[in-house]
């Protein structure tokens, strides 16, 4: 018997060393990492699973296709997909356990700490439009050249492995190409990722045309009661604030943290402290996007019902954007920085209304001269190639994309989502798509310019 559990001890010590050696190559992560990976990993996949199954309405297969595409762990996760409780259940290994679920009109959100709020969330249904885009969804003024172009570069793209879901060109505020990958339509909401922070600036925007008269006090925030009292709204705009947040996608690290685990994501930048004078320093930072988030929801009111009444009411309604879900963490405030699902057709349309000086029919949606200003370098010292949540062409020294309008600007996400708005050519292209690697934007984008 003794010698039997002294084998037994020995060979369960093999298998921990065998896995400490192979964990890297085979997983992706150390073993010492293995609590934080193992956090990440299901809080991820819960997530994103749950978002592309009920919000993209994408098959299992893809989701976990798509969750392996960043970690080799990920293809070891088991979901398990709850229709009638519209969840999804994320482990690895048996370990870690994490659930999200969705409510319509939010999205899904982690089932990190008290989330009843968001049960007694109402969203109420959009008025429907009618015609021609951008008010409707007729593409009643498609090039039939181009749209021969953009499907010959979609299907090379596909081919190359590239994995792009979605190419639409709008010239001249009108819908002239689009085309579309495999289990995607005109209607489908496509996660993406960081060009929410475009989004969540314009946002802000939308709040002071509507109250010129908004009050912007220092602090920001209540808990900044030191040196942090010297960060501007401009300069969370500009990821200038001097806040140190680790951006990087690792287990344990701020970003990581704060996307899948976090009750609220804002909260992790919240407590950053300063590392460099505000306004000196470029540092991309999400954190600092969902302080904006925050900021804006505490300006609402404080509560879920207001803040998704004015997405609603104020960007989506104007906008005719029928297919598109902002997301909220489990406190009830938007993540700002990651999680917005739209259609191609209605990224193009935020895309137009910065074209269009942020006008939209008659109504000027976004205070005069905030376009020029969101479009315009910051004053730091090491990058100034980003504006409010943009990402600028001219990025100082050299172009980001030579092949492009020294003038043009984008929305950028995780996996090569892209959307560029182009004021010398009256142009406006979206990408979005699952590209692990790099992707030829300015090569792309340049033959579909006029």
């Not at 592309?52 to 762990?73: H, K, Q």
């Not at 479009?375 to 100082?396: C, I, R």
Request: some cysteine; glycine content about 10%; hydrophobic content about 40%.
């Amino acid at each position: 018997m003794k010698k039997t559990i002294l084998t037994l001890l020995a060979g369960f010590a093999g298998l921990l060393l065998l896995l400490a050696l192979l964990a890297p190559s085979l997983l992706g992560f150390s073993i010492t990492q293995l609590g934080s990976a193992v956090r990440v990993a299901t809080g991820m996949g819960a997530k994103l699973a749950c978002s592309g199954y009920f919000v993209s309405g994408f098959s299992e297969a893809r989701n976990l296709d798509d969750l392996a595409s960043y970690s080799p762990a990920n293809q070891f996760l088991d979901l398990h997909y709850d229709n009638q409780g519209k969840r999804v259940t994320a482990t690895l290994f048996g370990l870690g356990e994490t659930t999200a679920t969705f409510r319509p009109g939010l999205g899904c959100t982690l089932d990190v700490g008290d989330t009843r709020a968001l049960d007694q969330v109402v969203a109420a249904p959009l008025a429907s439009t009618a015609g021609d885009w951008p008010t409707g969804e007729n593409p009643a003024h498609i090039n039939p050249a181009l749209q021969r172009t953009l499907d010959s570069i979609l299907a090379e793209d596909n081919r190359a492995g590239l994995n792009t879901r979605a190419l639409l060109v709008v010239q001249s505020g009108q819908l002239v190409a689009e085309s579309y990958g495999a289990q995607v339509t005109p209607q489908t909401p496509l996660l993406g990722w960081s060009m929410g922070k475009s989004l969540t600036a314009m946002m802000l925007g939308r709040l002071h045309a509507l109250q010129p008269e908004l009050e912007v006090t220092s602090p920001l925030f209540p808990q900044w009661r030191d040196e942090r009292q010297q960060v501007s709204l401009e300069n969370l705009l500009q990821m200038s604030s001097g806040l140190d947040f680790d951006e990087t996608y690792a287990p344990g690290s701020d970003a990581t943290r704060m996307l899948f685990n976090a009750h609220s994501a804002s909260e992790i930048a919240l407590q950053s402290q300063l590392a460099h004078s505000p306004g000196t320093h470029f540092s991309y930072s999400s954190g600092t996007t969902n302080l904006l988030a925050r900021w804006i929801y505490e300006q609402l009111g404080g509560n879920p019902q207001s803040n998704v009444d004015f997405f609603r009411q104020q960007i989506l309604a104007p906008l005719g954007m029928q297919h598109t879900t902002f997301e909220v963490d489990a406190s009830g405030v938007f993540v700002g920085s990651s999680y917005i699902y739209a259609s191609a057709r209605d990224w193009a349309r935020l895309g137009l209304l910065m074209l269009q000086d942020g006008k939209w029919n008659s109504e000027q949606l976004l205070p005069e001269g905030w376009v020029t200003a969101a479009s315009s370098p910051n004053g730091s010292s090491n990058d100034s190639g980003y504006g409010y949540q943009f990402w600028l062409n001219d990025a100082g020294e050299s172009l980001r994309y030579p092949e492009l309008p020294q003038d043009s600007y984008f929305m950028l996400g995780n996996r090569k989502q892209a959307v560029m708005i182009s004021p010398s050519t009256d142009t406006v292209i979206v990408r979005l798509g699952w590209s692990s690697g790099d992707y030829p934007t300015g090569r792309n984008f340049a033959q579909l310019l006029p």
